[in-house]
Every structure is written in structure tokens, then in C-alpha cells.
């Protein structure tokens, strides 16, 4: 199961840990994995390129982390409440794959 809990800094979302594998499928064909990957990697981009934001990211075996390096802005929190409703709509459709935990 991945579990997807938003990261806080003075009660506003800075980024996202991701943390286990989804086991829908075998790997290369686990499609709840390939959506909460591209959504993060979708997100991390467009903070980057649209809001114009340095992201700090930390990843290994079954685990990322991204965060804003610094405070946000207007454009970051909008991304930021987009990939929650992502990663929120993701959880309710599989709930035997990802939990997000709600902070």
C-alpha cells in the first residue's frame, strides 16, 4: 500500500511524501502506481516551470518526498490543492492500494 500524506509548514501544503508500493499489479503493470507517479512528476515539473519554484525532493526504493524549498505562492498552493484532489480521488477509487492520510 502507498500512503500519501501532505506536508504542512505554518498550516499551509508545501509538498507531498509518498511511501510503499501500490500492489494493484506486478510492477511495469501497476496502473495505480503509474498514476500517482505521473501525478507527482507532473507536479514537481510544474511547480518548477510554472510557479517558478526551487523543489526539494528525496526518493528512493518505494518512497519520494517533495517539498518547497521555500514559501509558496499563489500559483504553488493552487498546484499543490490540485495534486491533493488528485492523490485524495486516486485513494478513494483504489482503497486497498493508497492511503492518504489527512494531516
Same mark, same amino acid.
Given at each position: 500500500?502507498t500512503?500519501?500524506?501532505?506536508?504542512? #509548514?505554518? +498550516?499551509?501544503?508545501? *509538498?507531498f511524501?509518498?511511501? *510503499? =508500493?501500490?500492489?494493484?499489479?506486478n510492477?511495469?503493470?501497476d496502473?495505480?502506481?503509474?498514476?500517482?507517479?505521473?501525478l507527482? $512528476?507532473n507536479? $514537481? +515539473?510544474?511547480? /518548477?516551470?510554472?510557479a517558478h519554484?526551487?523543489?526539494?525532493?528525496? /526518493? *528512493? +526504493?518505494?518512497?519520494v518526498?517533495?517539498? &518547497? =524549498?521555500d514559501?509558496?505562492?499563489? /500559483?504553488?498552493? $493552487?498546484? &499543490?490543492e490540485?495534486?491533493? &484532489? *488528485?492523490?485524495?480521488s $486516486?485513494?478513494?477509487?483504489y482503497?486497498? +492500494?493508497? #492511503?492518504?492520510?489527512?494531516?
Amino acid at each position: 500500500m502507498t500512503r500519501i500524506t501532505p506536508i504542512k #509548514e505554518k +498550516n499551509k501544503l508545501v *509538498g507531498f511524501k509518498l511511501d *510503499g =508500493h501500490a500492489s494493484f499489479r506486478n510492477c511495469g503493470y501497476d496502473i495505480v502506481c503509474a498514476a500517482i507517479s505521473c501525478l507527482s $512528476i507532473n507536479m $514537481i +515539473n510544474s511547480l /518548477q516551470e510554472i510557479a517558478h519554484k526551487e523543489v526539494d525532493v528525496y /526518493q *528512493g +526504493n518505494g518512497f519520494v518526498e517533495y517539498r &518547497l =524549498h521555500d514559501k509558496p505562492s499563489i /500559483q504553488s498552493n $493552487i498546484l &499543490l490543492e490540485s495534486a491533493r &484532489l *488528485g492523490y485524495m480521488s $486516486i485513494a478513494e477509487e483504489y482503497p486497498n +492500494n493508497i #492511503e492518504y492520510k489527512r494531516k
